[in-house]
């Protein structure tokens, strides 16, 4: 019983963090994101950046800053690659000429650096996810909603690896 009692009164003494962030960094400098693809839109480092920037305000505690951040971000985007995938047979079983669905690849390039904790820091981590749409929509149709899809799991892999220490 007594060891009951010993949890409940240390129970108080325990302190969760529901931010994410395991970083006693207060700031963050979040560069432009170079757009380094052959097939992405104009603005799509640019769009990457400013949701690179919401996601740390919104689950983490840092405030982004210009210059001099105690953590650094900045990278490229490196690659935005669509490509054919589940094949279909067309005309029959050995005739794979056409494809059903077509998936859109985004990877990211980043630099961090941690100055407080320079262990965490590193350089050219690529980060990279896709979505996959059916060949009978048009690229220009969905495309939005695909990069928001593919940079919502690319930003919590960059966060992460970043702040959460994962």
């Known amino acids: 019983m007594g060891w009951l009692a010993g949890m409940l ?11 994410g962030s395991a ?15 052959d097939l992405g839109p104009a603005n799509l480092g640019q769009n990457f950046t400013n949701r690179l920037k ?12 210009a210059e001099n951040g105690e953590l650094q971000v ?13 094949p279909v047979a067309v005309g029959g079983a050995q005739n794979l000429s056409a494809a059903a669905q077509t ?24 980060f990279s996810f ?12 969905v495309q ?3 990069e928001r899809r593919i940079f919502d799991q690319i930003l919590i892999d960059i966060f992460n690896a970043t702040v959460a220490n994962w």
Request: aromatic content about 12%; charged content about 20%; overall charge negative.
């Open 9 to 19: 009164l240390c129970s108080g003494c325990i302190t969760y963090s529901f931010t």
């Open 23 to 37: 970083t006693a960094a207060k700031t963050i400098q979040v560069d432009e994101f170079f757009n380094n693809t």
């Open 54 to 65: 919401d996601y740390f305000q919104q689950n983490s505690q840092l405030s982004i800053v």
């Open 74 to 86: 900045e990278g490229i985007m490196s690659n935005y690659m669509i490509s054919p995938v589940a």
């Open 103 to 126: 998936r859109l690849t985004i990877a990211v390039r980043v630099n961090f650096v941690d100055t407080l904790v320079p262990k965490n820091s590193f350089k050219d981590k690529t």
């Open 130 to 141: 896709y979505a996959d749409f059916n060949n009978d929509q048009d690229l220009a149709a």
């Open 144 to 146: 939005e909603q695909l």
